[in-house]
Structure formats: structure tokens, C-alpha cells
């Protein structure tokens, strides 16, 4: 009898270790699943998830660094400052009034007569709002100061009326230095957002692509003459303003004066994008529709660029771009130059340019002037206009980026392919006659002696 109660007791205790058992053994898969849920949503995004980006999703901030800082110095270009700059959080203020009830047009004031052409309907609806703070224009250094100290002022006085958290009201606490540091990283469309765009505005060009008739004051959509927005609108210099043509690089200069001066916008790249994108994201998001972002944090974040949604096999770009194209001086046809040693004697390389347009995200990385051929800004011999860079410099400097050679020369430093190229010398040269076939301008004496 005792052994058979023994016996049950030990069934028992088992039964009830095998049942611990099932319940950890559950838990620990629960728990592994919910793991994997997360690691999924971490995941690169497929091609197929088209929507618009979460901006609430992303952190404005980590430890002392923003992406939404906004150095208050206009009165730069009326000459030294006074006192320190100002640090604005522009989304700080942005969500601050989102909880009032308020939008961009609270410190922004609408532009829809300063935009003609083509850039209206695409923002149909909302107008393109001012960049600056309550003005159009900078008309007078004690004119912008005072626009500053009233609205601001005032509205901070307000919100501490109402028992809200405010900014400040006194000099002292608005100009002081910051230990805050920017974290804004700079923004373009790769091949992948520049795919989601010309998809969501099926396909129209001139949604975004335009150029500037001067004689009749508007833009216009040039078919097959796209190009990227910053051929014409500068980035800006240190205080704020838009680089003259004095300051930006001789190959600009000459790419400007082929074009018409006129093409030059007085907008800068910033003012330009933030008045187009950001109008046009606008005028989706108030049809309720998934749009992209609006804030500094929604663009500029480094989180939230590692956000953006990748379209993996992105189809090539429409712009009747060659497969394949031989790389030539541009002069070929002509005997003899004025002013030169002889003439032009150069073998055609071929280029694969479909290629090229895989390993790149953007046609900048070459095309970093406008999208024409290198030889229309690099000459043979050297001109003032591209800045004295022979185009064979423009093909074989080293140092360059921008070259053929130093492109080629960074990418063998990678370490998938540094296992080969570190024990390939780059300077052997084949010792017969076809070495001599370099971009260079040979007189008959030239070449002979150089055979020897």
C-alpha cells in the first residue's frame, strides 16, 4: 500500500515538472516571437510599402543633439551682430502650436503671388509660404529686429498668461550661448525617392522640372531638358545669403552664362525646396492623404533618413541617356585649334553609362555642373571658365573625387575589393606607340620624340 501511494507520488511530481516545463517552454516562444516581430519591423521596407514615412515615429532629439536647429542671424546682412545668435527649435514651435490649433502660416506668410508658372498647381490649394519669419523680404536691419521682438515676445508673453510652457521673454535668455549641437543631415532624392516621386505624380515632370522664361516671367516645363534643381538654385553662403556667381565654381559660371544668366535663381536650394516640397506635402497631407514630411526631424534627421523606404530594383531614368557612349575631347572634327600645338590626337573610350548609372545614387556624382558632356566644360587645354581643369585632369586626377581615376582609385580602397587592387600598381603604362594616346594636344615632333 505505501509503495503505491510512493509510486503515485512520483507520477505526481512528475506530471507536475513536465507541466513547468510546457508553460516555460511557451513563454520562452512567446516571448522569441515577439522578438522576431520586432526584427521584422526593423527590417529593410520592400518595394511595395509605398507609403509616407511616420514623422512622430522619430526622436527630435538625442542627448544635446538636433536636427531642427535653426541659428537666428538675420540681421548678417546688414553687418556685425550685436549680441549672440539666437537657437530656435523649429519643431519644438511647430508642435507647441499643433497643440493650439495652429499651422505654418502662424509664422509664415504666403507667397502665392511671387510663384508664376508651372509651380502653382502643384501646390493648387495651399499657398507656398515665406521662409522667413513673418516677412517676405529683409527690408531694414531695425525693421526685421523689431518683427522678431514683437511677434515673439508677445507670443511667449501670451502662452505664460495661460499657464503654458513658453520660451523666453527677456534678452538675456534668448541670446546666450547653447551647448546644443546640430545633427541635421543634408537632403536630396537618391534614385529610390526620386522613383516615389515621378510614381505618386505619375510620371509629370513638370510637377517639379521647370526653367525660367525672362521675358515673359515665368517657368515653363522644358521636356527632356531636367535636370537637378541645384544647377540653378545655389546653396547658400555662411550668413544666409544666395551666392553670387563670383562666389560659386568656374564650372557653374560657365554652365550658367550657356544657359542664359537668367536661369540662376535668386531662391536659394533651400528656400527653393522647402517652398515646393514642403508646400506640395502640405496641400497631400490636407486631402488626407499619406504625404512626405514637413518638419526639420521629418527630413533632416539621421534617424529619419534611415527611415526612408527603399525601392530596391529601381527602374532606370527616363532622360534618353546613352547605354553606351565613347568618351571624346569634343574636338575630334577640328585639324587644328586656334592657339594650339597641333591637332588632337586622342583614341574614343568607350563608357559604359548604363552601367555607371547602377553603381551611383544620384547622376550628380558625375554630372555634378549640369547633365551634359564633361568636354563642355573641360577643355583640352585649360580654360578660365572651368577652372583650368584640363579634361584630362577631369578624367585621370587621383585626388579628385570627381575624376574617373580617383573614383575608381577610392572604390579599390574598399575592402571587397583591396584583397586584389592593393597589389596591382597603377602606374604602369604600356611602353608602345598606344600609350601616346592620351587627351593631350601632340605636334608631330612631340609624338616622335616621345617614341623614342
Given amino acids: 500500500m505505501a509503495k503505491g501511494k510512493m509510486k503515485s507520488k512520483w507520477i505526481g511530481i512528475l506530471i507536475a515538472l513536465f507541466a513547468v516545463f510546457l508553460v516555460a517552454a511557451y513563454a520562452i516562444g512567446a516571448k522569441g516571437l515577439e522578438e522576431t516581430k520586432g526584427i521584422d519591423a526593423l527590417a529593410p521596407m520592400s518595394a511595395e510599402e509605398e507609403g509616407a514615412e511616420e514623422e512622430d515615429e522619430v526622436p527630435l532629439e538625442e542627448g544635446n543633439a538636433r536636427a531642427d536647429i535653426i541659428m537666428i542671424n538675420t540681421l548678417k546682412v546688414f553687418g556685425n551682430l550685436d549680441k549672440p545668435e539666437v537657437v530656435f527649435l523649429h519643431d519644438a514651435h511647430t508642435e507647441a502650436l499643433k497643440k493650439q490649433g495652429k499651422d505654418c502660416s502662424a509664422c509664415h506668410l504666403p507667397k502665392t503671388n511671387k510663384i508664376p508658372g508651372t509651380f502653382k498647381p502643384a501646390v493648387e490649394n495651399i499657398d507656398p509660404l515665406s521662409p522667413k519669419f513673418k516677412r517676405l523680404e529683409d527690408t531694414a536691419r531695425k525693421e526685421v529686429m523689431d518683427i522678431y521682438h514683437k511677434f ?29 549641437v546640430s545633427s541635421r543631415q543634408p537632403m536630396g532624392l537618391d534614385k529610390s525617392l526620386h522613383y516615389r516621386h515621378n510614381k505618386a505624380m505619375e510620371k509629370k515632370c513638370e510637377t517639379c522640372h521647370h526653367k525660367y522664361n525672362p521675358e515673359k516671367e515665368i517657368l515653363f516645363h522644358a521636356k527632356g531638358e531636367e535636370g537637378t534643381c541645384r544647377y540653378c ?11 553670387s556667381m563670383k562666389q560659386v565654381s568656374p564650372v557653374m559660371r560657365k554652365v550658367a552664362s550657356r544657359r542664359m544668366s537668367e536661369q540662376i535663381s535668386k531662391l536659394s536650394m533651400r528656400e527653393a525646396s522647402h517652398l515646393d516640397c514642403i508646400s506640395c506635402h502640405r496641400e497631400i497631407k490636407a486631402r488626407e492623404q499619406e504625404a512626405g514630411p514637413v518638419t526639420c526631424s521629418g527630413c533632416h534627421s539621421p534617424y529619419a533618413q534611415k527611415k526612408f523606404k527603399k525601392v530596391e530594383d529601381v527602374p532606370r531614368m527616363e532622360r534618353k541617356q546613352p547605354d553606351v557612349v565613347m568618351v571624346k575631347t569634343g574636338q575630334e572634327d577640328q585639324q587644328e585649334m586656334p592657339g594650339s600645338l597641333g591637332p588632337v590626337r586622342m583614341s574614343v573610350a568607350p563608357f559604359n553609362h548604363k552601367a555607371h548609372e547602377t553603381y551611383n545614387d544620384t547622376c550628380r556624382v558625375c554630372h555634378h555642373a549640369s547633365l551634359e558632356s564633361c568636354a563642355k566644360c573641360h577643355t583640352i587645354s585649360g580654360d578660365k571658365d572651368g577652372g583650368f581643369i584640363k579634361l584630362e585632369q577631369a578624367y585621370h586626377a587621383i585626388e579628385s573625387d570627381k575624376s574617373c581615376l580617383g573614383c575608381h582609385t577610392r572604390e579599390k580602397n574598399e575592402p571587397e575589393c583591396a584583397g586584389c587592387h592593393y597589389f596591382m600598381s597603377s602606374t604602369n603604362r604600356p611602353d608602345d606607340a598606344t600609350g601616346l594616346k592620351c587627351p593631350e594636344e601632340l605636334t608631330p615632333d612631340r609624338e616622335a620624340a616621345a617614341k623614342t
Avoid: F, N, Q
Wanted: one cysteine or more; hydrophobic letters at 20%.
Fill in 152 to 180: 515673439c515676445i508677445d507670443c511667449h508673453a501670451d502662452m505664460r498668461k495661460e499657464d503654458t510652457d513658453t520660451g523666453p521673454v527677456t534678452c538675456g535668455e534668448c541670446h546666450k550661448e547653447s551647448d546644443l
Fill in 233 to 243: 538654385h545655389l546653396e547658400e553662403d555662411k550668413d544666409g545669403s544666395v551666392l
